[in-house]
C-alpha cells in the first residue's frame, strides 16, 4: 500500500519518485578513496623502477585488498535479486582494474619479473581471474527485480529506510516488501529504498558493457598461466603443442617459441602461429585454429593495449560510481575512508624509516673501518714506513738489472792473464 502525494515530494532527489527498488548501499571499504589508493599503487608497482623494496611494499597493499575484494565478490553471487547489494559494482570496479593491472605487472614490470614476487603475482592473479567470472554473471546476467511502488506518507515524506516506519506514524501502513528481505553479510537496517531510473540507467551502463570483453579475457589469461613477459599464455603452448605439433618435434618447438620470444617482443606469438600454420590440414587442425588464433589474437592485443585499457576502465566506472547516483554508507571524511590512506602512508614511512637505518648502519660500519686501517697506518714506525715505501718503489718502478752468463771466450780470456 503506498500513500502517494502529487503536490509535495519530500525527498534527497528532487523530484517525484513513482518506482523504487531495496538496494544496501556500497561499503567504505569501496569508497572513493579506497579506490584512489588502489589504483595508486597499482601503478606504481607497474611504472616503478630500481626501489624494489618500495614497490614490493605497494603492492602488497593493492593484492591484500584485490584479493578480499575477490573473496568477497564469490560470497555475493546471490546478493543482486530481492535487494541489490551494491558492494557488487564496487567489487566490480576494484577487480577489473586489478585484472588489467596484472598483465601490466607481468608483462611490463621489469623489476617483479626478476623477483619470487612473481609466483605469488600468478595466485593473485587466478584468484581475481576467478572472481570476475563471478562478477560478471552477478553483474550482467542477473536482473534486478521489478520495482515497487513508491510510499509515501501524508506529508509526502518518501519511505527510504525501515526505521522511518517505526520512527514516523504516517509509515504504519505503508511499506515494502522488500524490507523484509535479509541478505549474508548485511543487517536488515542498512537496507535503502532509491528510485529505478537510478539502478536503471542505461547511460553508465552502457559505458561499464564497453569493457567487459577485455576483461573477462584478461581474466582467462590470468587463469591460464599467462606468466611470460610479451609471450602467449602457458595454456596455449601447451594446447598447441599436444594437438597439432607432432610428438618427436615438440621439445624443438618449445625451444623455438622461447628463443623468439626472447630475441623480440612478441615473438613467440609469431612462431607459434608459424607452427600453427604449417601444420598438416586436418578437421581437427580447423577446430582447434579458430579456437588458438583468436585467443593468441585477443592475447597480443590485450597485451599492447592493457594499460590504456586500464585506465579507461578506471574512468568509466568512476563515472558510473560517482555520477550515477549510488548511495554509499560512509562520506568521504569518515575513518572507514580515508583510514586506508593513512595506514599506507604510515607503511610506506616505516619502510622508509628502515631503509634509512640500514644505510646508516652500513655507512657507520664503513666509517669504523676507516678509522681502524688509519690507526693501523699511525702506529708504523717512519724508519720502517720509508723503508717499505723504498722497497715498494723498486719493485713497481725500478727494471731489474742483467745478467751476465759465462761463456767460452771468456773462460780462455782469463786462462791468458799472467798469473
Not at 509535495?8 to 567504505?28: D, K, Q, R
Amino acid at each position: 500500500m503506498s500513500g502517494y502525494s502529487e503536490t509535495v515530494y519530500n525527498n534527497s532527489y528532487g523530484g517525484p519518485v513513482t518506482e523504487i527498488n531495496c538496494v544496501y548501499p556500497i561499503s567504505g571499504t569501496y569508497g572513493l578513496l579506497p579506490r584512489l589508493l588502489y589504483y595508486v599503487t597499482l601503478i606504481f608497482a607497474i611504472f616503478g623502477r630500481r626501489t624494489e623494496w618500495l614497490i614490493i611494499g605497494a603492492l602488497v597493499s593493492a593484492l591484500t585488498y584485490a584479493g578480499t575484494t575477490a573473496i568477497h565478490l564469490m560470497a555475493l553471487v546471490s546478493s543482486k535479486s530481492g535487494v541489490f547489494d551494491l558492494d557488487i559494482m564496487g567489487a566490480w570496479a576494484v577487480l577489473s582494474t586489478g585484472a588489467l593491472a596484472y598483465i601490466g605487472i607481468i608483462h611490463w614490470s621489469s623489476t617483479l619479473r626478476a623477483t619470487r614476487a612473481r609466483v605469488v603475482m600468478i595466485c593473485w592473479g587466478c584468484l581475481v581471474g576467478t572472481s570476475l567470472i563471478f562478477g560478471r554473471s552477478e553483474l550482467f546476467d542477473t536482473p534486478i527485480n521489478p520495482p515497487e511502488p513508491a510510499c509515501y506518507s501524508s506529508k509526502g515524506m518518501l519511505l527510504e529506510y525501515p526505521s522511518q516506519k517505526w520512527m514516523n506514524p504516517d509509515f504504519a501502513n505503508c511499506t515494502y516488501q522488500c524490507f523484509n528481505i535479509s541478505k549474508p553479510m548485511r543487517q536488515s537496517s542498512e537496507i535503502m529504498a532509491i528510485p529505478h531510473r537510478i539502478l536503471d540507467n542505461s547511460q553508465y551502463r552502457t559505458l561499464t558493457y564497453v569493457l567487459v570483453g577485455p576483461i573477462q579475457f584478461a581474466a582467462y589469461a590470468a587463469l591460464s598461466m599467462d606468466a611470460q613477459e610479451h609471450t602467449p599464455s602457458h595454456m596455449c603452448t601447451r594446447l598447441v603443442m599436444s594437438y597439432l605439433i607432432h610428438p618427436g618435434h615438440r621439445e624443438q618447438f618449445a625451444k623455438t617459441v622461447y628463443k623468439a620470444s626472447m630475441e623480440q617482443w612478441y615473438g613467440g606469438y609469431f612462431a607459434l602461429l608459424g607452427y600453427v600454420r604449417r601444420s598438416k590440414w586436418s578437421w581437427r587442425k580447423l577446430a582447434l585454429s579458430s579456437f588458438v588464433i583468436p585467443w593468441m589474437l585477443l592475447g597480443l592485443v590485450i597485451d599492447v593495449l592493457c594499460l590504456p585499457l586500464m585506465v579507461c576502465n578506471i574512468v568509466f566506472n568512476e563515472l558510473t560510481l560517482l555520477q550515477g547516483g549510488l548511495p554509499t554508507n560512509e562520506a568521504n571524511m569518515a575513518i572507514g575512508q580515508w583510514g586506508a590512506i593513512v595506514n599506507s602512508v604510515l607503511v610506506l614511512i616505516a619502510a622508509c624509516i628502515t631503509k634509512g637505518m640500514e644505510i646508516w648502519d652500513r655507512r657507520k660500519k664503513a666509517k669504523q673501518l676507516d678509522s681502524v686501517v688509519e690507526a693501523v697506518v699511525a702506529v708504523i714506525p717512519e724508519d720502517v714506513e720509508s723503508g717499505m715505501a723504498e722497497e715498494v718503489q723498486e719493485v713497481g718502478v725500478v727494471k731489474p738489472k742483467l745478467a751476465h752468463v759465462q761463456t767460452l771466450q771468456d773462460m780462455e780470456d782469463v786462462m791468458k792473464r799472467p798469473k
